[in-house]
């Protein structure tokens, strides 16, 4: 059983940066398999940002050039840095393990993120 608690949203004004974690335990072999989601009410969960089986980093096109996915192996943690945060980015974020072509099996609480325009 993979716990994963994310940590870090909140309410921000559009234009300003959030840096969300999201922490497993136990220890997970591939921390770069953890992807970050978000949801709307009412709406699908859609993928964000997440990592090829390479490592490569990929991004959902509405976040591309504003959002970094990254991994800590030594804290077994996985930041989504948002910067230049939009209204429409206001969403409760889950992070999911593990991602690979697909939703894995373990999902987080979530975190929410509110921004005021």
């Known amino acids: 059983q993979v716990q994963l608690v994310e940590s870090g949203g909140g309410l921000v004004q559009a234009g300003r940066s959030l840096k969300l974690s999201c922490t497993a335990s136990p220890t997970i072999p591939m921390i770069n398999a953890v992807a970050w989601y978000r949801q709307v009410p009412g709406m699908q969960r859609e993928l964000v940002a997440g990592f090829t089986i390479s490592g490569t980093r990929h991004y959902a096109d509405f976040v591309k050039g504003r959002f970094t996915i990254s991994a800590d192996n030594t804290k077994n943690t996985v930041y989504l840095q948002m910067n230049s945060l939009k209204p429409e980015d206001t969403a409760v974020y889950y992070c999911?393990?593990?991602?690979?072509?697909?939703?894995?099996?373990?999902w987080g609480q979530g975190t929410q993120v509110t921004v005021s325009s």
């Open positions: 999911n393990y593990p991602h690979l072509h697909a939703p894995g099996a373990y």
